[in-house]
């Protein structure tokens, strides 16, 4: 149990196209879902917190035009990268937390961004 | 954002060593998780600590969360290539947010 999938793996794109991941949690409901970045040998960074059915909460210095959520069901979150460019390629890596455990969180495969 | 102080930041060890990497911080967790992330994947999760002093084994794991809930640490009993990676701790606080640790690349020579 407790598994999280994040579509696509990989994906490379135009600068100024937009890319849209997707989160699910495939055998829990997740009312709250974290979105990550994460550069080359670094660790993870939050980007947001995204809750069901409201606004995400970002973090500070995080551009909420530029990094679109959505958590509209109990089981998906979508990260949109809008207007891409080459200093936004990095690994996106989202995670969520099961409502029946709520300490702890289970993370995706994580997403490899490259813009060209 | 805050992370926590984690060592050591690499080890290069010999195949059937045992590992013991460790994490500090100046703030008080109520949780503390040790994650192992291999290249190009999401962490997965090791061990999940509840309670201060708490000792939990899983397999050639062990891990315990500080006296003083600032602190734990993660041993790897008999390493194995497969051990290869990089492991993280992470503290939860109030508020159930995360804070990761800057990480530890483990390397196994056969």
Redesign the interface.
């Known amino acids: 149990g407790a598994v ?1 999938s ?1 579509h696509p793996s990989w994906v490379i794109c135009k600068s100024g196209t937009s890319v849209k991941i997707e989160c699910r949690s495939l055998d829990f409901q997740a009312t ?1 879902m ?1 979105w990550y970045r994460q550069f080359p ?6 980007m947001a ?1 995204s809750n069901e059915g409201s606004k995400a909460t970002y ?1 500070q210095g995080v551009e909420k035009d530029k990094f679109l959520i959505n958590h509209a069901s109990l089981t998906l979150s979508t990260l949109t990268v809008t207007s891409a460019h080459p200093e936004d390629s990095s ?1 996106y ?1 989202c ?1 969520a ?1 099961d409502q029946g455990r ?9 997403t ?1 961004l490259t813009v060209v | 954002g805050q992370q926590l102080n984690q060592s050591p930041q690499s080890m290069f060890i010999q195949e059937g060593e045992d590992v013991s990497m460790n994490c500090t911080s100046s703030s008080i967790f109520n949780t503390w998780l040790w994650y192992k992330q291999d290249p190009g994947e999401g962490p997965v999760l090791l061990i999940a600590l509840y309670k201060a002093g708490e000792l939990t084994s899983n397999g050639r794991l062990t891990a315990q969360f500080g006296i003083t809930r600032k602190d734990s640490f993660l041993n790897i009993s008999a390493s194995i290539p497969s051990d290869v990676g990089i492991y993280f701790c992470a503290g939860q606080g109030a508020g159930n947010m995360l804070t990761f640790g800057g990480g530890t690349r483990l390397m196994v020579k056969p």
């Open positions: 999280v994040q709250t974290f040998k670094q660790s993870l960074m939050l917190t973090e690994f890596i995670s937390r709520v300490t702890e969180a289970f993370f995706g495969q994580g490899r």
